[in-house]
């Protein structure tokens, strides 16, 4: 079997002479694949469905799947044979085993197609043992990178209404898979960050510093100089966790997600939040080495612009290293707890903008995001 | 602190020093005062407040780091440009003055702020908000009593957010107004009815009294 992966990559604006498309489709037409698939998120999906009709065209016979977070039953529109819904790994090798005549499509887990008319929904199948999945690196090709991307966990403990994270469930790859290619990544690739994608790296604070000591540990081995990035909850933070962290030898940025500062807008998102015990973070923080970024969300239910006036006021007062407001306009996501509910979005059966609220129109919600950057343009000049 | 604080003069304390200040400055002797003051401030954002008259026939400003400007006229416009190469920026336009067409010349300020003068002129809010919307800038307005506007609308809602105007005497016909304090009228030009209804501007309340600062964004 042969795969081949290809990325969008980053595409500005809307291009007329339509180069990225007519690459892959060609590349599509002249390698003639049985399968092409695509991991569809907010900024890939549109563009994913209009691939799955344009390759039917060009070639009825090329089975085309779509998976991600993203996707649902919905998805199954012209041009897209199977959707998976859930984790990739397990559904994606059961369905090319169904493809091959080795198993029926009863027996593929995570999947969505029409069968004789009917949708078929199957069951579905998380991936217990994390380890049991290849490290994506030993695949690669390419041995420089600017940032190599590692996970050390799935899923989140907490369960925000916006985010997806906590689906399906929480689980750990081992500290013995993590610690081997760990030691891989570092003494084949060559890179400047290494980022932890977990949704909240500080959740066991144990574990955190396990694998933050392997990176040191393969930091000193190969000599290299590196960055290391990860998202924290700022509640986990503590005196003893900042001066550890702030005690290894490469640097340390973290990103903490807050969103709000308004009982109404988290109780809402089921995001409680202790502010006392952030705030203490950002104190802490502000003291460290660790560089850091706070994020807030507009247009949240609940909010208003006063609501969310607070809120910047209480990152400008806190997070004082940071020197601007960090906001982003509330995109409801697919099969999350938002996107499930009536919500007034930009696209409707795609992740995309919120239009409007209960509380706050269009209108509003623009001049949020003008409000946060002219006072980021004033900030400038402090 | 990172915001600004609006003073004059005589106002200024040494504890004020590491903060953004904007001196208001009526006449020459008190923008020299000022500018005096602001060669040992410590804080980077060093700024004056004074009409475009005064500013136009003050020599270069070295010293000073952002100006605010009360535009009397849209002549001196580029001769305020030039002055403030590298200077924080911010326009004050009287309603009679605003047009689109001013707003696409403003490019340059960080902040365009039209102040109002009467009841008729809020006829033209929404041809207002619209070109600045075009410019891709947040409408800031001055000098409409906050019982004019909607305060809770976000649009509606831009000087009780920009600073508390302090030394400014309130008509006996605003007495009992829950805003009274963070509202800039001066008497002229409108007919106040003040707002008691403490449950409907519950959230303004609430953002008001959460900050105790003499400047807010």
Redesign the interface.
Known sequence: MELKEFSFGNRVGYETNKNVELQVLSYIMLSRPDVVAFSNYIWSSEMAQDFARAIKQIDSRITVVLGGVEVDKNHLKSGVDFVITGEGEIALTELVDFLQGKCTIEDVSNVICVREGVVLENKKKVVQSLDTIPFPYRFSDVKHFDAVRIETSRGCVYNCNFCYYAQPEFRNFSLGYLRENLAYLFSEFSFRNLTFLDANFNTNAVRMFEILDMVEENVKKCGKKIEVHCELRPELIDAQMVGRMSGYSFRIRVELGFQSSNAIVLKLANRPTNLVRVKEALALLDKSSIAYKIDLMYGLPGD????F??S??FL??HA?KQ?KVVAHHFMVLNNTTFGMQEMVRFTPNTSSMILKTQT?DT??L???K??V???N???E?? | ????MFLKVGEYIPEYRSR?VVFLADTMDEFLAAEEILKNHG???RGVQLKSSLFVSLPQLDIV??VSIVLEDVLCLDDIFKKCQRK?MELIVPYSLFSADLLKRCERA??VIVSFSNEEELAGLNEM?KA??TW????LMLNVPLCKIDV????H?AEI?LRRMSGVVKPMACGGCLLQRYCSFNGKGFVPVPLVDAEKYA??L??LS??DSTAR?
């Open positions: 208003t612009f006063f609501s006036l607070q910047m006021q400008l007062r004082l020197r706050q209108f509003e623009y001049l949020t003008l409000f950057e002219m006072v343009s004033e900030l000049w402090y | 602190m990172l915001q600004k953004a804080h980077k954002f780091t952002a924080y960080e902040r908000f600045f919307i891709k800038r947040f409408p809770r609308d976000v649009k809602a957010y959230g303004v609430t953002f959460d900050e964004f």
